[in-house]
Structure formats: C-alpha cells, structure tokens
C-alpha cells in the first residue's frame, strides 16, 4: 500500500509540474520557492500544538487546491502560483514519507511515525 500511496504523490507532483508549466514565471522560480512551505516548522519553536497547527497549513492539499482554483478565478498568477507550490511540496513530502501533522510530535504523521518502519 506504501507503494501504491507513493505512486500516487508522484503522479501529483507530476501535475503540480505540469500546471505550472502554463504560468509566465521561469522553472528557477519553482526550484526556489519550492521548499518555502516548510516555513511552517517555524511553529515548533513555540511548542508541538502551535508547530502542528502551523506545518499543517502549510502543507494542506485542499488549501492548496483552493488557493489555485482561486487563482484562476480572478485571474491571479501569484494565487496559483502559490497553490502550485503548496500542492508540488505537499506531494514531495508525502512521497518521502511525510505526513499531515499530529499535536504530540513532529514525527507523529497521519501516514505513521516517521522514521518507524512500517
């Protein structure tokens, strides 16, 4: 199941890459902005509940669909190419093996403990 969960990010990340083939913005862009959704571990600093609640956000797929659905409906680069970003990330991370968040721990993921093997 592992596999077939990977599989199916990848083919995410895949339409992540090729949306964003249709904005104006050099693929350098991308690269560089692509790892800016983990701003949200910033949250950890405070404790594990504010940490969780500020990784989640940042890495939530349905904000990210919404950003860009809305992006396209007023015409907006930035706001699709922001959930771009948020979903190709997302889609990367959970391909490693990185998860939505749990309060209790920044290894405790709604895909399993991180590093634990399964």
Do not use: C
């Not at 560089?32 to 989640?56: E, Q, R």
Request: no cysteine; glycine share 10%; aromatic share 16%.
């Amino acid at each position: 199941m592992k596999t077939t969960l990977q599989f199916e990010e990848i083919a995410m990340l895949g339409l992540a890459i090729y949306l964003y083939s249709f904005l104006p913005y050099p693929w350098w862009l991308f690269l560089a902005l692509f790892l800016a959704p983990d701003i949200g571990m910033i949250g950890y600093v405070m404790n594990s509940k504010i940490g969780a609640i500020s990784y989640n956000i940042f890495h939530h797929k349905g904000l990210a669909i919404l950003l860009y659905l809305a992006g396209i409906y007023v015409s907006n680069d930035i706001l699709q190419l922001s959930g771009i970003i948020l979903f190709a990330h997302a889609s990367f991370d959970r391909i490693l093996g990185y998860g939505l968040k749990y309060e209790k721990g920044f290894k405790f993921t709604h895909l399993g403990e991180i590093g634990k093997k399964h």
